[in-house]
Structure formats: C-alpha cells, structure tokens
C-alpha cells in the first residue's frame, strides 16, 4: 500500500517537493472555489404586512431550526420600525415599501416584535416550531 501511496504522489508532483506543495494547494483552493460557488439552498419566506399601524399576522408561525426570509410590506404611508430584542433585529420600512429580514435558526418557542414608531398597534410574535 505504502508503495502505491509513494507512486500516486510521485506521479502528481513529478517527485518534487516544491510541486506537490503547490499541488496541495491548488486542490484547496479548487475546493473553497467549488464550496462557495454551490447555490445555497434558499430561506423559506414568510409575509408581514403593515396596515393601518398593525402587523398582519399578529402571530407568524415558523419552523424552528431553519433560517427564514421575512418579507415585511409596509402599506401604510408613513415609515415602521420592525423590531425585536429576542431577535436581535431591528429594520425602517420607509411608507409603501417592502423590507427583508433573515431570522434563524430559531430554537422552538415565542419571539415578540414591534413597531417602535407605533407601539400601542404595531405588535407581534413569531413562533417558532
């Protein structure tokens, strides 16, 4: 086995010490070329919608343990503030306009929000389950 091991490097680098470090090297780049060129696989989306200076839903259920895309549509006039202390997020949906939010993985339980703009109307939780 020890042979066949000293020929398969021997025929890669040619013998050459200074070739096979560059050899290692190029499959390693090759390697982190091809990890960061798969497509990701892509965030499940979910809807939040600002009417009237409410969140719709009220209460967003998620699967836990999966990153998610959070699409908030701002259809009010005037700017909201999507914002949560367990989430650790906190975005302006300028009026008529649409915001992205990446939340996750979540462990299962209740994540409230609010709108800081808004506070007595614009409130909510997602649940993750």
Excluded: C
Aim: net charge neutral; glycine share 8%; no cysteine.
């Amino acid at each position: 086995m020890k042979t066949i091991l000293t020929y398969e490097v021997r025929f890669l680098t040619n013998g050459n010490f200074k070739s096979m470090k560059k050899t290692i090297a190029l499959l390693a780049v090759l390697g982190l070329f091809l990890m960061t060129s798969l497509p990701a696989a892509a965030a499940e989306e979910f809807t939040i919608t600002i009417k009237d200076h409410r969140f719709t839903p009220e209460t967003l259920e998620i699967p836990a343990g999966q990153k998610v895309k959070l699409v908030i549509l701002n259809q009010d006039p005037t700017p909201e503030e999507f914002e949560s202390y367990e989430l650790n997020r906190e975005k302006i949906i300028g009026g008529n306009s649409k915001g992205i939010i990446f939340v996750g993985p979540l462990k299962p339980g209740t994540y409230p929000y609010f709108g800081e703009f808004n506070m007595e109307t614009a409130k909510g939780q997602i649940i993750a389950k």
